[in-house]
């Protein structure tokens, strides 16, 4: 199956996640013939530039390149400093000093650097999270002739993205895994489930509309083409194989996950994201008001995950998670996306049987 807005076979989106992945899943991916991606928000421009030289020695169809388009937060000293007061009987506890004020290993904005990777590498798709870059950038992504896609979250930010021309909005609902893509509103209570907002969405906008939260098998992805979809974003169900690049803690956290296991927390950057509750999680949040805003939280954080993942432990670490952790499978990334069409085939061969008026 193909579209024009989708240059891969099979109308699945492997979701790009950052910390967790390298080229190994986009490759993976992209040789069963769905869309691998690369996350890009963590990367320097050399780094991306060498992974999607990497990918592409090796992928066997298109591959997304995934930017984060955030505006930087202003310095607030007082607000860190809270922050820090707030971990401080965890760095007591772990034996450590409290970190002296420092940028963290944040998540960088799409700039003018990034756009001049994309034109020299041009990838088939480039996705956006938050929003889009200004007119400025997207253009220069355009002349690439890139297909854009971007996330939201609700109607009114899906009527925006598609008055901005993307090729394809991602639907993304209250299930998925890792941050929310909103940028019209910070309230994260508003945002609907799948059911609720792929249908409405699909009904506003003239653009392709891409599925994303809580799809994890074949059932999942019947659904979305039945409410509209015409293709679906997958994350989650990809963090269970070899490919990803998680801790053995996360892991395991997966493998134990239930259906109410998660929650959106913003401890781990300052921005609500669905994780797995871990101590962390527990003892801070999920939500606290003097987490730094996005990413500047994820400094003081750091320290505190890197001594306790030394030790075998997920207690400070994100432990990003759908909310269909459950259905996922230890599968390799490429068998699991031919699985993933095949069974939605079945399922919806099963639907028009069922469905089929009788006489």
Not at 195 to 213: K, N, S, T
Not at 345 to 355: N, W
Request: charged share 20%.
């Amino acid at each position: 199956m193909s579209a024009d807005f989708l240059p891969s076979r099979l109308p699945i989106v492997q979701a790009p996640m950052a910390g967790a992945q390298g080229v190994d899943l986009c490759v993976a991916v992209a040789g069963a013939g769905g869309l691998g991606s690369l996350p890009a928000a963590m990367l320097t421009p050399a780094a991306l530039r060498e992974q999607i030289g990497a990918a592409r020695a090796r992928a066997r169809g298109p591959i997304n390149v995934n930017f984060f388009c955030h505006a930087p937060p202003a310095p607030d000293p007082a607000r860190e400093a809270a922050w820090r007061e707030e971990l401080a009987a965890d760095y007591a506890a772990a034996g450590l000093e409290p970190p002296a004020p420092r940028a963290g290993p944040g998540r960088a904005p799409f700039d003018a650097a990034m756009a001049e990777v994309v034109e020299a590498t041009r990838p088939e798709v480039v996705s956006f999270h938050f929003g889009l870059p200004d007119e400025t950038l997207l253009a220069r992504v355009r002349r690439t002739g890139a297909k854009i896609y971007s996330s939201a979250t609700s109607v009114a930010e899906a009527r925006w993205l598609d008055a901005r021309g993307v090729d394809a909005v991602i639907a993304q609902g209250a299930e998925a895994g890792g941050h929310r893509g909103m940028f019209l509103t910070d309230d994260i209570d508003a945002q609907p489930g799948l059911f609720a907002l792929l249908p409405q969405v699909v009904d506003a906008v003239g653009a392709p509309v891409i599925a994303a939260g809580g799809i994890a098998d074949g059932r999942g992805i019947a659904a979305a083409f039945a409410l509209g979809a015409r293709a679906v974003q997958i994350g989650t169900a990809y963090l269970r194989t070899p490919e990803a690049t998680i801790s053995a803690a996360h892991r395991r956290a997966l493998a134990d996950a239930r259906d109410d296991s998660t929650r959106l927390t913003n401890l781990f950057t300052g921005r609500p994201a669905r994780g797995l509750v871990n101590r962390f999680v527990h003892d801070h949040g999920p939500m606290n008001p003097r987490a730094p805003a996005f990413p500047t939280a994820t400094a003081a954080v750091a320290p505190l995950r890197a001594h306790w993942e030394a030790q075998g432990s997920g207690d400070y670490s994100p432990l990003w998670s759908g909310q269909a952790a459950a259905l996922a499978r230890e599968e390799d990334a490429g068998a699991l996306t031919a699985r993933l069409w095949r069974d939605a085939g079945a399922v919806a061969a099963a639907l028009g049987s069922f469905l089929r008026p009788s006489s």
